[in-house]
Every structure is written in structure tokens, then in C-alpha cells.
């Protein structure tokens, strides 16, 4: 059975996100995969440019489109995590940030999640014919990196950026991927 579904946020999921967001800025924590979420001052700000990044009409400027998803709990509705899912590479993310961000809250790490939510989004990601899905983390992120290759990912290498090394792995989806789940 599956712990977890994605869901789009939508406003009803205002008070949840609010939440999720000053958890992690109180454990002084990442907001990977949220769309900018620790920048925005309001959730209204928050959820107009998730809204216009979904498209590549309306991304915003900098930006490819893309779509972030709530994990949400099937058994309570509390919101374990979020996931980001870039439609293309630019640059930038073909070295360093991927077609996929993620986070986990903290008070619900180590249970599985984040590699049931990275299974989610790569059928997600089979939806919208991506073949080929890059998915990067620093290399002393060993968690992200064991929740990576057990979705089936390959190492490609390592690039150093300062003092920062990141890990570039790939995986590759076939037609049959979302079947197989």
C-alpha cells in the first residue's frame, strides 16, 4: 500500500504550507523542492508564481517550468513532504540542480519517505515524457544520495563548485515506468 500521493497545492493547502515552512526555518533546514517557498512572504506570493511556473508561457523569468507537488499522507492527510519536478534543464540545473528538488520534514525522516516520494515523481516525470531524469545532492548528503540510487539511479561524476561537491546521477525511464510501480 502506498504511504503517500502527490497532490498540486491548491489554497486550501494554505495553512499545511505555511507550516511545512516555518518548521524548516525553525530547524534551520532547506527548502529544496518547493518553489521558493522560504522567499515568499505570503503564501498568496508563494502560489502565484507556482501557478505561473507551470507553463512555459507564463514561467518566470530565470526559470523553466516546472511543477512541485505536496506529499501528502494517505492515511491522515498530513503533509510529509514537497517535490519539485523541472520540465527541462537550463545550464545551471544540467550541472547542479537537476530535474528534481526535494525535502522531507524533519519530524518525518528516516521512515522511507523521501524514496516513496521520489518514486511518485519519476512516474510523474514519465507523464511528461521525460527519459532521461537528473537528480543531483551534495556529496555529504548521503541520505538523498542512498533515496537517489534506490529509485535506481547511476553515478555520472562529481562537480566541484567552491567548496561544494555535487553528485550528478541519472535515471533512465522506460515507456513502461509508470506500470511498473
Not at 507553463?55 to 503533509?79: C, F, H, K, Q, W
Amino acid at each position: 500500500m502506498k504511504r503517500l500521493k502527490l497532490v498540486l497545492p491548491t489554497p486550501a493547502y494554505k495553512e499545511k504550507l505555511m507550516n511545512y515552512k516555518r518548521e524548516f526555518i525553525e530547524n534551520g533546514d532547506s527548502l529544496d523542492g518547493t518553489a521558493g517557498l522560504r522567499k515568499a512572504e505570503t503564501f498568496e506570493e508563494w502560489y502565484s508564481g507556482f501557478c505561473d511556473n507551470l507553463r512555459e508561457e507564463t514561467v518566470r523569468d530565470g526559470l523553466v517550468p516546472a511543477t512541485t507537488y505536496m506529499a501528502i499522507s494517505t492515511a491522515d492527510g498530513r503533509l510529509i513532504g514537497m517535490i519539485d519536478i523541472r520540465h527541462r534543464l537550463d545550464d545551471y540545473l544540467l550541472n547542479f540542480g537537476g530535474h528534481i528538488g526535494y525535502s522531507i520534514r524533519k519530524s518525518e525522516r528516516q521512515q522511507g519517505y523521501a524514496t516513496e516520494m521520489l518514486g511518485l515523481a519519476l512516474s510523474e516525470c514519465a507523464k511528461l515524457n521525460i527519459k532521461k531524469v537528473l537528480i543531483t545532492c551534495d556529496k555529504d548528503n548521503v541520505a538523498s544520495a542512498r533515496t537517489i540510487i534506490n529509485n535506481g539511479a547511476i553515478l555520472e561524476n562529481e562537480i566541484l563548485e567552491g567548496n561544494r561537491i555535487t553528485q550528478r546521477y541519472w535515471i533512465i525511464l522506460d515507456e513502461d515506468y509508470e506500470n511498473n510501480l
